[in-house]
């Protein structure tokens, strides 16, 4: 259950990283997909009821978030979960975190100055 919960809000969480700009390209979702298949799917291998990877759901979280347009709630959404979770992130869990966030935020003309202050505040939650 921690995992699905978990891929709910990276989606949510990645969605606030790309749209920080307003703005969500084709280039940053494209990125988030390799991710998910790179860096995402080996990190276990809990899948649904249909044989679908759990890991799926965060680009299912970032789809939703994109087409509904709800108020952008992404950050406090992950920054509450990781606070109630606090010890069920490892290392590389966090390390996956940031460095898709990184990639996703980079992948359409570099990282521009809303994404880096996105990415300034995901990294003190981290850290702390």
Not at 21 to 36: M, N, S
């Amino acid at each position: 259950m921690f995992y699905e919960d978990l891929y709910t809000v990276l989606g949510k969480l990645f969605y606030h990283i790309a749209y920080a700009d307003k703005k969500i390209q084709p280039a940053e979702r494209e990125k988030l997909h390799e991710l998910v298949i790179s860096n995402w799917k080996p990190l276990e291998s809990s899948k649904d009821k249909y044989g679908t990877d759990n890991a799926e759901i965060i680009e299912f979280a970032f789809d939703f978030e994109d087409a509904e347009s709800f108020a952008d709630t992404g950050f406090e959404e992950f920054e509450n979960f990781y606070n109630l979770y606090k010890k069920m992130f490892t290392p590389e869990i966090n390390s996956n975190i940031s460095g898709t966030a990184k990639a996703v935020a980079a992948a359409y003309r570099g990282e521009n100055e809303a994404e880096h202050k996105a990415l300034k505040k995901l990294q003190h939650l981290l850290t702390q």
